[in-house]
């Protein structure tokens, strides 16, 4: 018996580790497009290319206000990385209708509509996070949410 991993195991591996580069100081959530089990793209959670990161100007403006996980994500300086793997992937021309994503939490409702509008068919994730109305409109949508390694 070998002890490969599978499919879904080496993506979520993928997955974590591209959440290290993240700068959030909240968490740090690393994201990867897949399809036909070939990376099309990956993306961390951090503020917009060329812009400080929080601990450069005094910390998190969230964890300042005492914003609750979950809440009030407009308020967050990070761009999400769902939100920067459907970018890249976008700023490449890399089509992504029918992929699947593999997320190291699961994704707020901003993210889950970006996910339903790209195409995306399927998310894997890691953990959980407390926003059920993006599990709702997932499922509206048709978009399978798994969660690996209950």
């Known amino acids: 018996m070998s002890n490969r991993p599978s499919w879904e195991e080496y993506f979520m591996e993928i997955a974590s580790l591209v959440s290290t580069r993240a700068t959030c100081l ?3 959530v690393g994201a990867i497009i897949v ?7 990956t993306g961390y959670n951090g ?4 812009t400080p990161h929080c601990d450069e100007i005094g910390g998190c403006m969230r964890e300042k206000l005492k914003v609750p996980s979950g809440e009030r994500m407009e308020l967050s ?9 459907i970018i890249q992937a976008a700023k ?3 089509n992504i209708e029918g992929s699947d994503m593999y997320v190291t939490n699961q994704p707020c409702f901003i993210c889950a509509k970006m996910i339903i509008n790209a195409g995306i068919k399927k998310i894997f ?3 959980g996070y407390p926003d059920k109305n993006a599990e709702e409109i997932l499922k509206e949508a048709g978009v399978e949410l798994i969660q690996l390694n209950k």
Do not use: F, T, W, Y
């Not at 399809?35 to 793209?41: A, E, Y």
């Not at 503020?47 to 060329?50: A, I, T």
């Open 92 to 94: 490449l021309g890399i």
């Open 26 to 28: 909240r968490r740090k």
């Open 47 to 50: 503020p917009p290319k060329g």
């Open 125 to 127: 994730i890691k953990e």
């Open 35 to 41: 399809k036909d089990r070939h990376i099309l793209s």
């Open 77 to 85: 300086r990070a761009v999400h990385a769902e939100q920067n793997a």
